[in-house]
Antibody, heavy 124, light 110 residues
């Protein structure tokens, strides 16, 4: 059974850098995309970005200038760094596995396994 | 990218059916059949309920079904049960190789 376990600093001051890591257990790191998603308190989900096992990344255009996602294939982990945080970055941050594949003329895409979430609070 | 549009709330009585809509654009829902629906209970991580518009992951009840017409996707829950009370989010892959989520719908089982 695939499990995603995430961790990182939960309290930051502006304009520090947010840093979170997500470890993948019970499954392969290769062949998937690995995403970060966040959810401000009482609000909806916002996709931050993703990386695949080859290091190829895609980012939400609204966050791209401040976000870096990196992967560590040897340890089945991937990380999120977000610079110059403000109170608006206060949220629960989730990591998730993206399964994208095509076979016999049809394709499929989904975020099927999620981490438990990490609350990051930004306050001066 | 703009969030997909969902109703803020929905409600139904046990045993009834409800449908939640998710409206996007020609850059996301209208162009791709990569629409997912997630269920989120308070304090929990989202759970995948529907993927590729209408497919259910193993273990998800067949009371949950999905469909799409044009740029609007829909989630239907039949035979409402108390445990279905949760927030529901749609998401779609986009032409920019990103994911976009809806604002979420709070489902109340009366």
């Amino acid at each position: 059974q695939v499990q995603l376990q995430q961790w990182g600093a939960g309290l930051l001051k502006p304009p520090e850098t947010l840093s979170l890591t997500c470890a993948v257990y019970g499954g392969s790191f290769s062949g998937y995309y690995w995403s970060w998603i966040r959810q401000p308190p009482g609000k909806g989900l916002e996709w931050i970005g993703e990386i695949n096992h080859s290091g190829s990344t895609n980012y939400n255009p609204s966050l791209k200038s401040r976000v870096t996602i990196s992967g560590d294939t040897s340890n089945n982990q991937f990380s999120l760094k977000m610079s110059s945080v403000t109170a608006a970055d206060t949220a629960v941050y989730y990591c998730a596995r993206g399964l994208y594949y095509c076979s016999t003329g049809s394709c499929s895409m989904k975020l099927d396994y999620w981490g438990q979430g990490t609350l990051v609070t930004v306050s001066s | 990218q703009s969030a997909l549009t969902q109703p803020a709330s929905a409600s139904g009585s046990p045993g009834q059916s409800i449908t939640i809509s998710c409206t996007g654009t020609s850059s996301d829902v209208g162009s791709y059949n990569y629409v997912c629906w997630y269920q989120q209970h308070p304090g929990k991580a989202p759970k995948l309920m529907i993927y590729d518009v209408r497919n259910r992951p193993s273990g998800v009840s067949n009371r949950f079904s999905g469909s799409k017409s044009g740029s609007t996707a829909s989630l239907t829950i039949s035979g409402l049960q108390a445990e279905d009370e949760a927030d529901y989010y749609c998401s779609s892959y986009t032409s920019s190789s990103t994911w976009v989520f809806g604002g979420g719908t709070k489902l109340t089982v009366l």
